[in-house]
């Protein structure tokens, strides 16, 4: 009989995990399309430099240390007012308004770059947190549902979802604070690249591979946090449902095969008490991409 549940809860848990898989896919076909457009309306930016101050397809980077006109630093100050008129929320990482009309034309194009960048964020930051969301409910649903001894009525705690979705549970940081630390990577990397690259004289077509690089770069990191964190809200919604129904102890599932970490296979059919359940310690989420999950020992 034991044995009977274990096959019926990997199944499930398979099954579980698969369904998120094809949210986290849903995810990235989005997050993808608002990187390309992003990428797009940088280069289209940059094209208009290397059409208005540019010689031979190269840019005197002298040009570029002149102020702006009045009508571009206008622009600019436009540009920004709407973003912090959108995203309040995030208007503290933007520059001081009254520090545009100190710029240069290249730190013009440069906070063209943050704020458009600043814009993805914020897109992958309300994405991510309804995929979490859906994880968390999906997953504390349908575990609570498998149990034997379950309560006759449950429901997703509203409460506990939002402080598992908020958990610094890895390096101090939370889904949120990686987004934003990535976006800041992402930013300051491209445009010191954007300034190095108009320095060394680079073509507009050197300057539009680097940004095609960087942003697929940038879209990885938005699909691997995904996966990660989706996979950690999904065990800890499983291990709430254990706890709500009374489990007392749960056995770590790993998926053997050829891309399972040394860690995985070393915990894999061990077994554990619920209330000593640790992220990243005995309890998945283990690392980046970690596929492992749980399977609850039902009291007799």
Not at 46 to 73: C, H, N, P, T, W
Not at 98 to 105: D, F, G, H, W
Not at 155 to 173: D, F, K, P, R
Not at 220 to 247: P, W
Request: charged share 30%; hydrophobic share 35%.
């Amino acid at each position: 009989m034991a044995n009977e549940r274990k096959t019926y809860w990997e199944k499930r848990m398979e099954q579980l995990f698969d369904a998120q898989d094809k949210r986290n896919n849903m995810f990235d076909k989005k997050m993808r399309k608002e990187y390309l457009r992003t990428e797009e309306s940088i280069k289209k930016e940059i094209a208009s430099y290397y059409a208005r101050y540019g010689k031979d397809d190269v840019i005197e980077y002298r040009k570029l240390v002149l102020g702006l006109s009045k009508a571009q630093r206008d622009l600019l100050y436009k540009d920004y007012e709407s973003f912090a008129k959108r995203f309040p929320q995030y208007a503290e990482l933007m520059p001081i308004r009254e520090s545009i009309y100190k710029l240069n034309r290249l730190e013009g194009l440069q906070l063209s770059v943050r704020q458009q960048l600043l814009e993805l964020g914020a897109f992958e930051q309300k994405g991510m947190e309804k995929l979490l969301k859906e994880a968390y409910e999906s997953g504390y649903l349908s575990t609570m549902g498998g149990l034997q001894n379950a309560p006759s009525f449950f429901a997703v705690n509203s409460i506990v979802m939002q402080q598992t979705l908020n958990e610094a549970w890895v390096n101090g940081g939370n889904f949120s604070s990686r987004i934003w630390g990535n976006k800041e990577k992402l930013i300051n990397t491209l445009n010191n690249e954007i300034r190095d690259g108009i320095i060394r004289g680079d073509s507009y077509q050197q300057m539009a591979k680097v940004l095609e690089r960087r942003m697929g770069v940038g879209a990885k990191e938005a699909l691997r946090l995904a996966v990660t964190e989706s996979s950690f809200v999904t065990n800890q919604a499983n291990k709430h449902a254990f706890m709500d129904a009374g489990i007392e102890r749960y056995e770590y599932s790993s998926v053997l095969d050829h891309r399972t970490s040394t860690v995985c296979k070393s915990l894999n059919g061990q077994q554990f008490n619920i209330k000593d359940a640790k992220a990243g310690i005995n309890f998945p989420t283990m690392h980046v991409w970690c596929r492992a999950t749980t399977i609850p020992i039902e009291n007799d």
